[in-house]
Nanobody
Framework: VQLQASGGGLVQAGDSLRLSCAAS????????MGWFRQAPGKEREFVAA????????DYADSVKGRFTISRDNAKNTVYLQMNSLKPEDTAVYYC?????????????????WGPGTLVTVSS
C-alpha cells in the first residue's frame, strides 16, 4: 500500500482543515488506517485511527471532540477533519495503514506510512 497525505497548510487558531490520505492498492478496504503527528522536537504521537470497515474509530484525548476521522473505501481515501485548531496542533501529519486486526494507537504496529503534510496553526 502506498499512501499520500495532502491538505496541510497554514491556518489561524479556531480554523478548520481537512486532511486527505490517498492509498494505492486494491486491498485498501482491508486496512485499518491511522493518523499520527510529529511536532518539532517531539516524538510522533497518535491522533486517530479507523477500522477497515469504518465502523469504529479511536482518538487521542487531545483531539477528541475536535477531530473526526473517516474513510471512503470506494475512493481509497481516509480523511481527518480538524476543527477548532489550536497552535499546539502544529505538526507534520502522517497517515499510516495496517492490516485490519484490531484498532491500534501504536505507531510501530503500522506497516505502511506516507510522507507527511505540514499543518501550522498560528495564534
Amino acid at each position: 500500500v502506498q499512501l499520500q497525505a495532502s491538505g496541510g497548510g497554514l491556518v489561524q487558531a479556531g480554523d478548520s482543515l481537512r486532511l486527505s490520505c490517498a492509498a494505492s492498492g486494491r486491498t485498501f478496504s482491508r486496512y485499518d488506517m491511522g493518523w499520527f503527528r510529529q511536532a518539532p522536537g517531539k516524538e510522533r504521537e497518535f491522533v486517530a485511527a479507523i477500522r477497515w470497515s469504518g465502523g469504529r474509530a479511536d482518538y487521542a484525548d487531545s483531539v477528541k471532540g475536535r477531530f473526526t476521522i473517516s474513510r471512503d473505501n470506494a475512493k481509497n481515501t481516509v480523511y481527518l477533519q480538524m476543527n477548532s485548531l489550536k497552535p499546539e496542533d502544529t505538526a507534520v501529519y502522517y497517515c499510516a495503514a495496517r492490516p485490519g486486526v484490531i484498532l491500534s494507537s501504536i505507531s510501530k504496529e503500522y506497516d505502511y506510512w506516507g510522507p507527511g503534510t505540514l499543518v501550522t496553526v498560528s495564534s
